[in-house]
């Protein structure tokens, strides 16, 4: 842990002057385990992908299948 402490310090430095926060991504990643958690029932990744989609109200790109 100091070894991190000590290689990071100019970033720890900063932080209070920033004023970022990973607090949303951390949000987004919890609610993706939490899916994956409850996600046995699924047949296939293309099913867990469409639901991790709806959960966040992504839009779905429609497929036009193109035939010759």
């Known amino acids: 842990m100091l070894k991190m402490l000590i290689r990071n ?3 720890i430095k900063n932080m209070p002057n920033s004023s970022l926060s990973n607090g949303p991504i951390e949000g ?11 996600a ?4 296939n990744w ?8 709806l959960e966040f109200k992504i839009r779905l790109k429609k497929r036009n299948p193109t035939r010759k």
């Open 28 to 38: 987004i990643n919890r609610n993706i385990k939490q899916i994956k958690r409850t």
């Open 46 to 53: 293309q099913s867990f992908s469409y639901h991790i989609q």
């Open 40 to 43: 046995d029932g699924y047949r």
């Open 9 to 11: 310090r100019q970033l």
